[in-house]
């Protein structure tokens, strides 16, 4: 019967699985090994052998967690989190070893258990877990906008789900603020979503004595009242909006103010998408003196504003990103000043086709040693000419094809220079203001596909030999044309393939 039954099962499968010449001799070797396992065992047969350590006691139970804690912390970062799921007691110590988290769900936080696993984090980011999920999202299913490292549940019903996205109220956000106030003393790092609202702010000021970097979202000069509680804030980041995610009250002159009174002792300050003008900076360039690194991020501020950044006398990097102007008026080139302590300029993803405000910008940088360039539109010959300016020969008023011809290189200083992502830019443009530099230590040039190889000349080439070090990429496609070469790929389909 059991044979009968076999067979039957063998012919209900299908016949691609098993041919049916090979499939006899094996399963009929399976099947009387299942006998034999199936049958009872009896006095004569052997004792099944345990598995060594299977029932022994746990050996790591007689380390204290001080020990076990420096043995963790030597297991590499991606192996904690399957090294936390032994046991309990592991869970909880790798939980110790964590520094940094980031909170997706603002119900951890409220419930009190973030802290109760991750007792000693010294660096926490609250944003994504502070925009609220709209109701209808519930009945309709789940729709996600994702921008950098946020992921928001958009309303698809709103007349503009995109770009209007709502945060949690501000009673919420300050308890749960109270709460990382009690039970995270030790805390160096906080971003967060700030409200005019005084006691949030207040309580991380009063039970976060190491707080060192504060980053505040939609960010307004109300929200900015308690900043002179933090005496130890030595970095500060605020976000007025984020175009395409929210928008927001923004800071404005008044907000400037009060931040430059208040945090004397700050290092490195970010302003993205805030207002402003030459009030606002002037008074920060004042009142902190220790001041090295400035941030504007797609700025909305006055015309002008650029002639404060001479009060900046300690400020050794500016870095100007995702901005759509500099300053369409900077006023006149004598009342601009200089930075007497600019050593690195960041362009990073700006439009640079005014020539008026990139003239005045390399003005007030006038002493810089390092200029980096990534991404940036507009940048051709007579743009990039002006890097080699001086404020003595700003006052000609010369036509744009004949001004980077007659432009003297002064600037002699620059050790370093880093173009990436600028394809106006040509091998000529390039020549004839990197050979007026006689400090010139380091060069970067990638993905300029106006730059070509062919071009270089004996001058350039010599130039390079002493050189410290010399990053050259500049056209991709030659690149590439040269790797493939001898390959056969990268050729058309009718030249590549040959009739049969």
């Known amino acids: 019967m059991y044979q009968a039954h076999y067979?039957?099962?063998?012919r209900s499968w299908p016949?691609?699985?098993f041919a049916a010449a090979a499939v006899d001799k094996p399963l009929k070797h399976v099947v009387f090994k299942m006998q034999l396992s199936d049958q009872t065992p009896t006095v004569e047969d052997p004792a099944p052998r345990q598995r060594q350590g299977a029932s022994g006691a746990d050996v790591t139970a007689l380390f204290s967690d001080e020990l076990l804690l420096r043995i963790l912390a030597a297991v590499p970062e991606p192996l904690r989190l399957p090294t936390s799921l032994v046991c309990k007691r592991w869970l909880r110590l790798v939980g110790r070893l964590r520094r940094s988290l980031s909170l997706l769900d603002w119900s951890f936080l409220d419930r009190g258990r973030l802290f109760f696993r991750f007792p000693d984090l010294a660096e926490l980011d609250l944003v994504p877990g502070s925009f609220a999920s709209p109701s209808s999202v519930a009945a309709t299913g789940r729709v996600l906008l994702s921008w950098g490292p946020f992921s928001v549940t958009v309303d698809t019903y709103a007349d503009s789900p995109v770009g209007e996205c709502y945060f949690l109220e501000p009673d919420v956000i300050d308890r749960g603020l109270e709460t990382v106030a009690r039970s995270c003393p030790g805390l160096r790092k906080l971003s967060f979503v700030a409200s005019d609202?005084?006691?949030?702010l207040m309580a991380i000021a009063g039970g976060c004595d190491t707080m060192q970097e504060l980053e505040l979202h939609r960010c307004s000069d109300l929200a900015l009242r308690p900043i002179f509680a933090f005496k130890n804030l030595q970095i500060l980041r605020l976000v007025g909006s984020v175009d395409g995610l929210y928008c927001g009250p923004r800071v404005t002159d008044i907000g400037l103010t009060i931040l430059a009174h208040g945090c004397k002792r700050l290092v490195k300050l970010e302003l993205s998408g805030c207002e402003g003008s030459y009030d606002g900076i002037s008074a920060v360039g004042r009142c902190c003196m220790m001041l090295e690194e400035l941030t504007i991020s797609d700025h909305r501020m006055d015309d002008g504003w650029l002639a404060a950044l001479s009060f900046c006398g300690n400020l050794k990097t500016l870095r100007m990103q995702s901005c759509r102007r500099i300053?369409?008026?900077p006023g006149p080139s004598e009342h601009l000043g200089t930075c007497p302590a600019i050593e690195t300029l960041q362009m990073q993803r700006c439009q640079l086709r005014d020539k008026r405000s990139l003239q005045a910008l390399f003005m007030v940088c006038?002493?810089?040693?390092?200029?980096v360039f990534e991404n940036c539109w507009g940048l051709d010959n007579n743009m990039f000419a002006l890097v080699s300016i001086c404020r003595y020969v700003c006052f000609l008023d010369l036509p744009p094809n004949l001004l980077w011809v007659f432009l003297l290189p002064l600037c002699r200083r620059v050790k370093f220079l880093s173009l990436e992502g600028c394809s106006l830019v040509t091998t000529e443009g390039l020549e004839s203001v990197v050979l007026s530099w006689m400090d010139l230590q380091k060069l970067t040039i990638i993905s300029c596909n106006n730059i070509k190889d062919g071009e270089v000349s004996a001058a350039l080439s010599s130039l390079f030999s002493v050189l410290k070090?010399?990053?050259?990429?500049?056209?991709?496609?030659?690149?590439?044309a040269t790797?493939?070469?001898?390959?056969?790929?990268?050729?058309?389909?009718?030249r590549f393939f040959k009739r049969l």
Do not use: Q
């Open 15 to 17: 016949n691609t699985w």
């Open 366 to 371: 006038e002493a810089v040693r390092d200029v």
């Open 7 to 10: 067979h039957s099962r063998l």
């Open 483 to 494: 790797g493939l070469a001898g390959t056969g790929m990268g050729k058309k389909g009718a």
């Open 469 to 480: 070090e010399l990053k050259w990429r500049p056209d991709s496609k030659s690149v590439l």
């Open 197 to 200: 609202s005084e006691a949030g």
């Open 327 to 329: 300053d369409a008026d």
